[in-house]
């Protein structure tokens, strides 16, 4: 296969993951390094440089279609990210010392758990009355709705602030941006509605990834014959993605996505158990 | 009540200025990334990629002055790095643009959380974590 061929597919591919991620939520991050390192025998240290980039393009790319819709609880997100970022460079670090086969295992955990979370009945509800912390942090907030501005408050911060740091130690160690983690500490543990805990995570996806993405360049885990494919066609792919997210109705889809994730995951587990990365 | 509202208006024409931002940041890293990308296959499309294993990249591309460098001699593998220099910008530059607006707001809680994460941010790029 020449660069040329290598280039298409994976630009086919980053195209496909982009929208896949945008559709379901769970980044373009999750569908790279699978495609890079069982379709393309990557070394899988280059397909989570290529994942980080993945996530902060997908992250960057729709962001500002959510921004517009005023749902982004900026306070919270800025607050979590003193967890998510300290825990992606942590993760950065301890990145060293993980032997590529633990990489891979745990990365087919994490898909399993995020296809799982895909598919869980969501938070809809808003809290009325919030914790002692969540008032002392400003972390309170309204969102806009078909039925008017909505009040929600929040509890359990601490809670929140530890699954962050995982989320992130775990983005930093895998090159993804963990969004099912986040939604789980907001919307299980914070209790924070949906629709803003959605938005906020994808605002903090862009932040802790980018907090790692400087470590890794700068240990040559981003190749530029990946990143530009990879940068083009996942940005193609969320930009149609957010389109298409209007008109369709993602339940079905989710429903194959996840499957198809999990089938994925247990071939990185199984293979990352029999040493072949 | 009216400096309330005065605020909220402040707030959400903010978020609309970093919704452009990221917007255009994105739009030209794309950009940055397509010219490298033309460039680098019509240098080395017929050859051979070399990617199952990881040697860790030339010290070209990794550094920014390493991508300074190569920018300045039109090499494509540095115009690429440099497209996605531009992509890590832009939930940085975000962060700062928070920051100026809870100083605007006189959120003094705030000024020091988002300085905080710009901190650890910084941390990254500098502290010498490449190793």
């Known amino acids: 296969m020449t660069i040329l061929t290598f280039t298409i597919i994976l630009l086919l591919g980053a195209y496909l993951a982009g929208l896949a991620g945008s559709l379901t939520g769970l980044g373009g991050g999750v569908v790279i390094i699978p495609l890079l390192t069982l379709f393309f025998h990557v070394d899988i240290r280059y397909a989570i440089g290529a994942a980080l980039v993945a996530s902060i393009a997908t992250s960057s790319g729709s962001a500002s279609a959510y921004v517009k819709e005023g749902i982004t609880n900026i306070r919270l997100g800025m607050f979590l990210e003193i967890a998510t970022t300290a825990g992606a460079v942590l993760g950065a670090i301890l990145a060293i010392y993980t032997p590529v086969n633990l990489v891979a295992i745990l990365f087919g955990v994490m898909l399993i758990f995020s296809a799982a979370m895909t598919l869980r009945k969501k938070h809809e509800g808003a809290l009325l009355e919030g914790s002692k912390l969540s008032y002392q942090l400003k972390l309170n907030g309204s969102y806009p709705s078909k039925e008017g501005v909505i009040d929600y408050k929040l509890k359990n911060v601490g809670a929140g602030f530890s699954i962050m740091t995982v989320a992130g130690m775990l983005s930093g160690l895998l090159g993804i941006g963990s969004g099912a983690l986040k939604v789980l500490a907001m919307d299980t543990a914070m209790k924070v509605p949906f629709r803003v805990s959605t938005t906020t995570s994808n605002f903090m996806v862009g932040v802790t990834a980018a907090a790692s993405a400087v470590v890794y360049l700068q240990r040559g885990y981003i190749d530029p014959g990946i990143a530009f494919p990879v940068i083009i066609g996942v940005l193609a792919g969320a930009f149609t993605g957010s389109k298409l997210l209007m008109k369709i109705d993602v339940k079905k889809l989710k429903l194959i996505f996840s499957i198809a994730i999990t089938l994925i995951a247990l071939n990185m587990i199984y293979n990352g158990f029999h040493h072949k990365f | ?131």
Do not use: C
């Open chain 2, 1 to 131: 009540m009216k400096t309330k509202e005065t605020k909220k208006m402040n707030d959400y024409d903010v978020e609309q200025l970093i919704g452009q931002v990221l917007r255009y940041g994105v739009l030209l890293s794309g950009s940055v990334a397509v010219i490298g990308g033309i460039w680098y296959l019509y240098q080395q499309g017929s050859g051979m990629p070399h990617y199952t294993k990881f040697s860790g990249e030339p010290a070209g591309y990794t550094s920014f002055s390493g991508i300074y460098r190569g920018l300045l001699t039109g090499s494509a593998t540095e115009i690429i790095q440099l497209g996605v220099v531009i992509l890590i910008a832009t939930p940085i530059i975000r962060i700062i643009f928070s920051l100026i607006s809870f100083i605007l707001e006189r959120d003094k809680l705030y000024i020091i959380i988002t300085a905080i994460v710009l901190a650890i941010i910084l941390f990254s790029m500098f502290g010498g974590l490449a190793i």
